[in-house]
């Protein structure tokens, strides 16, 4: 007799940044009228991510809940605080072991920068590759990969089997604006779709996937005392996926002197590369005035929607 899998279900979270408001406030809705979104005919659990920053519109208390979840800090007995602490419960309910499981993890974000309707991938997960593909092909949105980078770990979505972070702007911190609503709820939409098409085993994807590859960050300039002794230049501000060659203007001095790319990084990658989130208001603290990438045409490989459908397969229906 083959043992059957345990179903799961599908982890939608919200306000993993307590300033971050739009979602949540969606989250809130759904909770009260489930069927103003549409779920694809898959279980869900919504859940806000840091209850007690939303309730003092702080992006969080003592660090990062979305920087909490890399296992040597979640494993690290002698480490604690209320977002580890938070970390902590969120697996053991909804982690793939959990009292409550979920298999699918999507994080869903809002940012000052000028990025759009765009989809965060950490790592090279078949089944998150294949989900971003199927969202791509249905909404055209671009996809950053992070990865290689040990200065920015412990994201939330990598504790699931297959997660991606929805990432929604510019929109203010504390701020709630209706297009930054529609565009996070049209992208959530379309991965409970393909999630979907992936649980009845007919997922289709596109020959390609676009990534933006995570190449590394720059901060401003800054004296030693750590002020910044420039901004961003304006012909560089709101311009997140737009190429950036090393003769562009990239900083501007209070003197009025502009720094380019190739003065401030004179080994520039060869090619082009493509800023993203620039000038996010939360990174100054993390010393990131932008990141840069390298836009990719990636063959969709037979084992990314294999991969997507094999996990989907356990995932529960929607409770009617």
């Known amino acids: 007799m083959t043992a059957t899998r345990p179903q ?3 982890l939608v979270v919200a306000g993993t940044h307590g300033n971050e408001r739009n979602a949540p406030w969606l989250l809130e809705q759904w909770q009260r009228q489930p069927s ?3 779920d694809g005919g898959l279980a869900l659990r919504l859940v806000l991510g840091n209850p007690r920053a939303h309730a003092c519109n702080r992006r969080y208390l003592e660090r990062d809940l979305n920087r909490c979840f890399a296992p040597a800090l979640l494993d690290d007995a002698g480490v604690s605080g209320p977002e580890l602490e938070r970390a902590r419960e969120l697996l053991d309910l909804h982690g793939p072991q959990g009292t409550e499981a ?3 993890a999507l994080d869903l974000h809002s940012t000052t920068s000028a990025m759009g309707n765009s989809l965060v991938l950490y790592g090279r997960r078949p089944t998150d590759l294949a989900l971003a593909a199927a969202i791509q092909a249905r909404l055209g949105l671009p996809v950053y990969l992070h990865e290689a980078d040990s200065e920015q770990s412990g994201f939330l979505v990598e504790r699931w089997p297959c997660g991606l972070v929805i990432e929604v702007g510019p929109v203010p911190q504390g ?3 209706a297009p930054i609503c529609r565009q996070t709820q049209l992208a959530l939409e379309a991965a409970l779709a393909a999630l979907a098409e992936a649980r009845a085993g007919r997922l289709r994807l596109p020959a390609q996937l676009l990534v ?3 190449l590394g960050s720059l901060d401003l300039p800054r004296a030693g005392d750590g002020s910044p002794l420039a ?3 304006p012909q560089l501000q709101h311009r997140d996926w737009h190429p950036l060659a090393p003769a562009d203007p990239l900083f501007l001095e209070r003197s009025g002197r502009v720094l380019t790319l190739g003065e401030v990084l004179p080994a520039t990658p060869s090619g082009t590369v493509v800023p993203v989130f620039i000038n996010e ?3 100054g ?5 932008l990141s840069l990438t390298r836009r990719e045409r990636w063959p969709v490989q037979e084992r990314w929607p294999a991969a997507l459908e094999s996990l989907a397969a356990a995932l529960a229906p929607a409770i009617t």
């Open 231 to 233: 901004c961003i230049h």
């Open 175 to 177: 701020v709630i604006q």
């Open 102 to 104: 979920c298999a699918v």
């Open 212 to 214: 933006h590859r995570h």
């Open 281 to 283: 208001a939360a990174y």
């Open 8 to 10: 799961a279900a599908v």
């Open 285 to 289: 603290e993390k010393g990131i005035a």
């Open 36 to 38: 103003g979104l549409a």
